[in-house]
């Protein structure tokens, strides 16, 4: 295919850079040459954030970038850089904290406007393509930074010299002063929960961001004081998320967010964090409350990747896009008819009362699917019996998606993130154990192979991959969610090679990320291109913060290994954010469990078997149907020298001849060894 135009974007690997290698503009990637470049011609640089599942991105760059005169005035006046922040969260990071210092607001597309060392003086987020109510058009915004530079020089250098002071002072903690107890963790719960909707299950109102880190938390909170309160709001917001139209109904996996506050309409993009995130939550639902339908949705979601977002290497792509054929949500939404006749009148009666199918649709005209009836009721209502209401619900949802698979699919970005994949490897991991499938075991170890082969280079982690080719160093929270990756894979096999390499990548982490003057882990590492400020993230956004994930990751190596410098590690981190955490607690949710661990005495359960046949029977069934969420599992199938002589656990211990032995330990003592699944269960539970 010809085309008009092609820029330097044409050699990247990021689908969202080369959605954009054929714009007018003068794209660079975000590198040496274009830093050059904005110097030698004496340029500001115009500094656009985005990625590939954002709807804004796509409508700005079909408006602005692919229109030749606007890309002209960019062309004249800047030198272009395009960055996908997903590759690159330390760039996003700082020139987001820029943006919302300036404007008071953040998101994307994010345009920021750079002097030539890379220091911002002026942004936004989404301009239009003209001037639109109290929004200035993208034109006269260019024309106007353009000038300011041109001929109020001296102005701009000392917004930018402002601005990379402030910039210099973000993420800047001190330790607390007082002592890490409880009353934080009460403190934290009561200020969270004051915010939950008591009609649709969340926090606060629209928009509704599925909360899987404070949920987790929720379930520690109900874990250690047996609050009833606090369980029920989690499974009242899970069931209302997953009957929701942010979960989809016919292929699982969930959403981005809801637009609503009742988890109706969402922003239809999937993203691989959300859904590794609410997986591991609703098995760990599942685990407190063995209800079926927390099972069902937390397999229909590790279903949903395995089929639609895993390479044939084992690594997990990053997101699916919520357009197709140029229109947001087409994929997902039905009409009335089309449920008719593909079902039925009798069955599309039935199931369109279930999902609320109707001739006017909930959704600019057409229905987005979501449970808005009982089976109960609607056996009543049509004079039949549950089970085959079930039965008609059950076949039309396999239907309906084998009709909805024949349809042009959103488009795929199909680069494989570390970090990310951490998140999935550990939710794969735990689902193997929590439901005993030997296949979601397999896709835990395809997954942790391929990063530890493809994605690190030299000692060091990478990035990203795709199409054969990783690169960019790796950021803190790529370290920290592959180490708890493998932790939990360890946990899931009693493989001893996971945690070395766990242990490996940890030592490596401290080297490349401590702060040794102050404490805590910077954003990125030693080896890293030195940007305009080198700063630590403490909260946790859509993700954990790399800090977040990597003090628990250290509480739990320290249980496994007896190594004290981890757990003074991950002391320090907490301490760093104590202050924050009272002040602000729901932007701590993974924190939080993080702190919980600290707190408790968490259990140190030991599985000897003779075998692997004998140890996955009973009592490791048993030990995983069990919500122990402040826990480290120390699994061994045989002699493993290497496993003994990292686990102190596993020392002066051995193998029964046949069958398995669990060894229940809590802060150095040990109850009596028990081959027997009820005695299990008691010392499991004790408090």
């Known amino acids: 295919m010809n085309h008009k135009h092609t820029n330097a974007l044409i050699n990247e690997t990021s689908p969202y850079l080369l959605q954009h290698a054929h714009n007018p503009v003068n794209w660079h990637a975000w590198g040496e040459a274009a830093l050059s470049k904005a110097k030698a011609d004496d340029k500001p640089i115009l500094l656009s954030i985005g ?33 996908d922040r997903e590759e690159r969260p330390d760039l996003d990071q700082i020139y987001m904290t820029a943006v919302q ?61 402002q601005m990379l002071g402030e910039l210099r002072r973000v993420g800047l903690a001190a330790e607390s002063r007082d002592l890490l107890t ?26 509704k961001f599925p909360p899987a880190m404070t949920l987790e938390f929720f379930l520690h909170a109900y874990h250690r004081t047996h609050d009833q309160e606090a369980l029920k709001m989690v499974i009242e917001t899970c069931r209302k998320m997953a009957e929701g139209g942010m979960y989809d109904q016919l292929g699982g996996g969930f959403h981005r967010y809801s637009v609503d506050a009742k988890w109706l309409v969402p922003h239809f993009e999937k993203m691989l964090y959300d859904n590794a995130l609410l997986s591991r939550l609703y098995l760990h639902v599942y685990q407190i409350t063995k209800d079926e339908f927390a099972r069902r949705i937390a397999t229909e979601t590790l279903d949903y990747v395995v089929r639609e977002m895993t390479d044939s290497r084992g690594g997990f792509y990053s997101s699916q896009d919520a357009d197709s054929e140029g229109i947001e949500g087409k994929f997902f939404v ?29 959704f600019e005209g057409d229905n987005i699917l979501h449970v808005n009836a009982t089976i109960d009721d609607l ?51 735990e689902a193997s154990a929590i439901l005993d499938d030997d296949n979601y075991r397999e896709v835990a170890r395809a997954n942790a192979r391929f990063m530890l082969d493809d994605l690190s280079h030299d000692g060091l982690l990478l990035r990203t991959y795709k199409d054969g080719y990783a690169k960019l160093n790796a950021y803190l929270e790529d370290y920290a969610s592959f180490i708890d990756g493998l932790i939990s894979l360890y946990e899931a096999t009693g493989e001893i090679e996971w945690i070395e390499n766990g242990i490996a990548l940890t030592k490596k982490m401290i080297e490349e990320f401590w702060d040794e003057d102050e404490g805590g882990f910077f954003f990125t590492g030693r080896s890293h291109e030195r940007l305009i400020v080198r700063s630590k993230e403490w909260m946790d956004n859509a993700t954990p913060s790399g800090n977040s994930i990597a003090a628990m990751s250290l509480l739990r190596l320290s249980l496994l290994t007896g190594d004290e410098d981890y757990r003074r590690r991950a002391t320090t981190i907490l301490r760093l954010m104590a202050d924050q955490i009272r002040r602000y607690p729901s932007a701590f949710g993974f924190a939080l469990t993080a702190l919980d661990f600290y707190l408790a005495s968490p259990l140190e359960v030991a599985l000897l078997a003779s075998d692997s046949t004998a140890l996955f029977a009973d009592l490791w069934r048993t030990l995983w149907s069990t919500y122990l969420p402040n826990r480290i599992i120390v699994p061994i199938a045989g002699d493993e020298p290497r496993a003994r002589e990292i686990v102190p656990l596993l020392k002066a211990r051995d193998a029964p001849k046949s069958g398995v032995t669990a060894y229940v330990c809590e802060h150095y003592t040990c109850q009596a060894p028990t081959q027997e699944s009820s005695e299990l269960t008691r010392q499991l539970l004790q408090d």
């Not at 599942?53 to 006046?77: G, P, Q, R, T, Y």
């Not at 934080?184 to 109102?205: E, H």
């Open 334 to 362: 039905w009409s009335q008819e089309e449920i008719i006749a593909s079902l039925g009148e009798s069955d599309g009666a039935i199931f369109g009362d279930y999902f609320d199918i109707t001739a006017q649709g909930n």
């Open 51 to 83: 990625y590939s599942a954002c709807h804004w991105c796509h409508v700005m760059e079909h408006e602005s970038f692919e229109n030749e005169e606007i890309a002209k005035l960019m062309n004249d006046n800047f030198v272009n850089i395009k960055v």
């Open 379 to 429: 056996a009543s209502r049509y004079n039949t019996d549950a089970a085959s209401v079930r039965a008609i619900i059950d076949n039309g949802r396999r239907r309906l998606f084998e009709i909805r698979e024949r349809r042009k699919k959103p488009g795929r970005d199909q680069k494989v993130l570390t970090a990310w994949n951490g998140f999935m490897l550990a939710s794969f991991a």
């Open 182 to 207: 409880t009353e934080i963790l009460d403190g934290a719960y009561r200020g969270i929960a004051k915010n939950y909707d008591r009609v649709n299950g969340g926090f606060g109102g629209a928009p």
């Open 101 to 161: 210092m300036m404007t008071g607001h953040g998101g994307w597309p994010m345009t920021m406007f750079l002097t030539p060392q890379g220091v911002p003086f002026y942004g936004g987020t989404y301009f239009p393509p003209d001037d639109r109510s109290n929004m200035p058009g993208f034109p006269r915004v260019l024309l106007s930074v353009a000038e300011a530079y041109r001929s109020q020089r001296e102005q701009v250098g000392n917004t930018a010299t």
